[in-house]
């Protein structure tokens, strides 16, 4: 994905996690279970991992990006990963997807 860090979600591409596909733009993952709204920071999170596929982000590196330098409490981020699990059925104790 080309865009800046900034531009937000809504700007991004559909894409591919797995069997689910993620459109950004309408905040929604769709799956087998059938399409999962997210709220707007939960997808900013999802989009900005899946701009570094295979790689460890930081949470440091999520918050600059994600809240610009705004002080927010790193439970703020935890918050959108479990939700990110919940929505991918992704399992805290087994990641596929999202590691802590």
């Known amino acids: ?15 591919r996690v797995g069997k689910w596909e993620a459109e950004p733009g309408l905040n929604e993952v769709r799956g087998p279970g059938g399409a999962v709204r997210v709220e707007p920071k939960v997808m900013e999170v999802l989009v900005a991992l899946a701009r570094r596929p295979g790689e ?6 999520l918050l600059e990006e994600i809240w610009g330098g705004k002080y927010v409490v790193e439970a703020v981020l935890t918050r959108c990963i479990s ?12 990641p596929r997807f999202f590691a802590a």
């Open 1 to 15: 994905m080309a865009e800046s860090p900034r531009q937000g979600a809504a700007h991004a591409s559909p894409f």
């Open 56 to 61: 460890t982000v930081g949470r440091e590196a």
């Open 83 to 94: 939700e990110l699990r919940r929505v991918f059925d992704d399992d805290a104790q087994s």
